[in-house]
């Protein structure tokens, strides 16, 4: 068991260093999402049609333009909040892109009826008030402190579409065939949003081109691939909460590496979000 837990620390400490990463890249928010997606997607995709082939090539023509579709929800939710990083601090972006399941919870209710609980309905109340902090605190700042906030939200609300519909097609196929369809379609639109909008995918400095590798293998990869293998083993539960320490850990790597520590009204709001997150999906496990 202790391995378990080992790996799922290292996908929390590896997801941690994506907004560093991205910080340090000097270049467009498209292309850095299109770089993470499209490096990461040419690990996977080979992967997956040599250990999975056989299951891809089973899949209805349905269940494969579902995946596509959460793809592109995914390159939504990596255009957004890697733009956001341009407008607000690393402590803002990463708490308010971390209220996805918040979100996911909303959205389950009106789409699958799924009940809210009071605890529930408490956590998601916390979270609100500790958003509001944290968006009045950008306002103050400027209206570009303040649009970055709202563009790591609108990133977390885009990655729903991803988790919903993962949530239907992980039923029906492997983890390694949803993520390389997913990833795959991700990559392309990326690609092709950064060229249409006139960016330049070369030309960069050596520097950049490692933090965009970096930010490929190290947060998408291992961070990314750490968690899913940890749910094998360990309770969601779990592992939700466990992932509630990215914001944390990016906020230390920030103020250590970028020099940029959280202001008084981020460190308040974000732990008003993240204890209702905590809050909100905690279970009782009392029961075995």
Known sequence: MNRQY??????VISVSFAAVFIRLADAPSLVIAAYRMGLASLVIVPLAWWRSGNELRRLSGRDILLALASGAFLALHFGLWIASLSYTSVATSVVMVTTTPIFVAVVSYFL?????????GVGIAISIIGSVIIGYSNWKVGPGSLFG?????????????????????MRLMGLLSYASLSYGS?????LLAALVSGNRLFGYSNDTYLMLALLAIVPQLIGHSSVNWALRFISATLVTVAVLGEPVGATILAS??????????????????????????RKNETSK
């Open 6 to 11: 080992f790996v799922l620390a290292i996908g």
């Open 112 to 120: 699958f009826h799924e009940k809210l609980s009071r605890r529930t």
């Open 149 to 169: 906030g709202i563009l790591a939200l609108l990133g977390a609300l885009a990655v729903v579409g991803y988790l919903i519909i993962g949530r239907r097609l």
């Open 186 to 190: 991700a990559a392309a639109l990326l």
């Open 256 to 281: 250590v590496i970028l020099k940029e520590p959280p202001t008084l009204s981020e460190v308040g709001g974000g732990i008003l979000i993240l204890a209702g997150i905590f809050i909100a999906f």
